[in-house]
C-alpha cells in the first residue's frame, strides 16, 4: 500500500496534507525517514510511527454504542442527531454506518461498522440473527402472549411474523419483559404488542447475534469491539 494512502486511511488528512506532513520529516518507516508519498509499505510487516507514535493500520472499525432516545440510526440527517454525531473523530473519520435501525425512541444496542459485507449479513432475513430487547408494557402480559408470540402474530398490515421469544420478568398492570426475535420490520416489537392488545412504553435492545450490550457503557457512551467479540462476527457464531 501506497504511504500516503495508508496515512489518509489512518486519518491523517487528506492525500495533499499527508504530503505535507511527509515532507516535515515527522513519518518513520522501520526507523528511517520517509518523505515519499509514494513509497509502498506491507502493513503487516513494516513499522510505521508519526511523531514517534507507533501507528497500527486497521482496515474496519466495530462499535458498540449504547444510543439514548432522540438519536436516530443514521449516518446523517437534517433535523435530528444521529448516532454517527456522538463518534469522536478517530473514529468518525473511518466512515462507520449503523448496521441496521433503532427507533428514535428506543435506547440501546446499535453496532456500527464500515464492514459492509459483514453488515450485510447480519441484516440478511437469510441469517435469522437473533435480537434481545427489554420493554416495560402498559398491560399485563400473560402465558397466552408467550404461546402466541412462539407462534407468530398477524401485525396491522397483514405480516404474520417469524417466532418471537417472549420471557415474563413481571406481569401487572405494567409488566416487564425480554422479547427474542430474527427478523427486523418497522417498529415490530411494539406493533407485535399492539397485535395483542398491549402497548410498549419504554424499549431498549440488549443484544445483537453473540454479543450483549455492555453494562457499562452509559447512554451515548461507545467503545470499540474486542477482538474476541469481533472474531464471534466474523466467524459468523450467528
Known sequence: MRLDKFLANMGFGSRKEVKKLLKTGAVQINDTV?????????????LVTVHGEEIEYKEFIYLMMNKPQGVISATEDSKDETVVDLLELEDAHFEPFPVGRLDKDTEGFVLLTNNGKLAHELLSPKKHVPKTYFARI????????VTKFKEGVTLDDGYLTK?????????????????????????????MFIAVGKKVTYLKRLSIGPLK????????????????????????EL
Open 138 to 145: 402498559d398491560g399485563n402480559v400473560t402465558a397466552e402472549d
Open 34 to 46: 520517509i518523505k515519499d508519498a509514494k513509497f509502498h509499505i506491507e502493513v503487516d510487516q513494516d
Open 163 to 191: 417466532p418471537g421469544d417472549l420471557v415474563i420478568l413481571n406481569s401487572g398492570p405494567t409488566s416487564e419483559i425480554e422479547l427474542t426475535i430474527t427478523e427486523g420490520k418497522f417498529h415490530q416489537v411494539k406493533r
Open 213 to 236: 450490550l455492555d453494562p457499562s457503557l452509559e447512554l451515548g457512551e461507545y467503545r470499540e469491539l474486542t477482538e474476541e467479540e469481533v472474531d464471534k462476527l466474523v466467524n459468523r
